[in-house]
């Protein structure tokens, strides 16, 4: 299992609402994103981070933003939740020097009622 | 486009047959092929990668690719099924930036006692 941890697992809650999922990894990776997947379906990337105070959007437009203060975490912040972010959120990091591969964490199943 | 296609969207299989699981891409460059393992209510799980050498490899839980080249294709196989190895496969391609994973659609495998 890949030491990266995401909180909370599950979570419903109102229209209007800010949230913020949170994602943290022990395994000393530069390389953190989110990926926007609803169940069973192919994954999109919203955000992405080299590093540090480095944060990029992804393919999939999104209206959340993230933050890269420390290398170990990498929280996604919803301002306002509509029903139309109901989906699962993964949180995937790799090394990107010497390995590529992606280690993601158990996710967050988001319902916005 | 850089893209990755999983053909099929399910396959079925009775346990101790050998499986397949279908995965052709287009990106620039010499490609570097991922095969990820989802099982319900969790997040990816990394089974192999190809970056370069050997054109089959080899990964966890008895799983091999075979990279080739002039197909395009990098399919996921196993020579004999177990029930437990039924869940959402997806394969990816890390595309030239080196920075953005593509994820194909996902196959659904059934292995049936």
């Known amino acids: 299992e890949a030491d990266i941890y995401q909180t909370p697992r599950y979570l419903v809650i109102g229209t209007g609402k800010k949230i913020t999922l949170e994602c943290s990894q022990t395994?000393?990776?530069?390389?953190m994103y989110w990926y926007q997947q609803d169940p069973g379906m192919e994954l999109h990337l919203i955000h992405y981070s080299y590093g540090v105070n480095s944060t990029e959007k992804g393919d999939l437009s999104s209206e959340s933003t993230v933050s890269r203060i420390r290398t170990e975490h990498f929280p996604l912040t919803l301002e306002s939740a509509r029903p139309s972010h109901t989906s699962q959120y993964l949180c995937?990091?790799?090394?990107?020097?010497?390995?590529?591969?992606?280690?993601f964490g158990p996710g967050t199943r988001l319902t916005v009622t | 486009a850089q893209s990755v296609a999983q053909p099929e969207d399910q396959v079925n299989v009775a346990e101790g047959n050998p499986l397949t699981v279908k995965c052709t891409y287009s990106?620039?460059?010499?490609?570097?092929l991922f095969w990820y393992v989802q099982y319900p209510n969790r997040g990816l799980q990394f089974l192999l990668k190809y970056i370069t050498g050997d054109n089959l490899v080899k990964g966890s839980y008895g799983f091999e690719a075979e990279f080739n080249k002039s197909q395009t294709s990098f399919h996921l196989k196993k020579p004999s099924a177990l029930v437990s190895d039924s869940a959402l496969y997806f394969c990816a391609a890390l595309l030239y930036n080196n920075n953005d994973m593509r994820f194909g659609a996902g196959t659904r495998l059934t292995v049936k006692p």
């Open positions: 990106v620039s460059g010499n490609p570097y």
């Open positions: 395994m000393g990776h530069d390389k």
């Open positions: 995937a990091s790799s090394e990107g020097r010497l390995a590529y591969e992606q280690y």
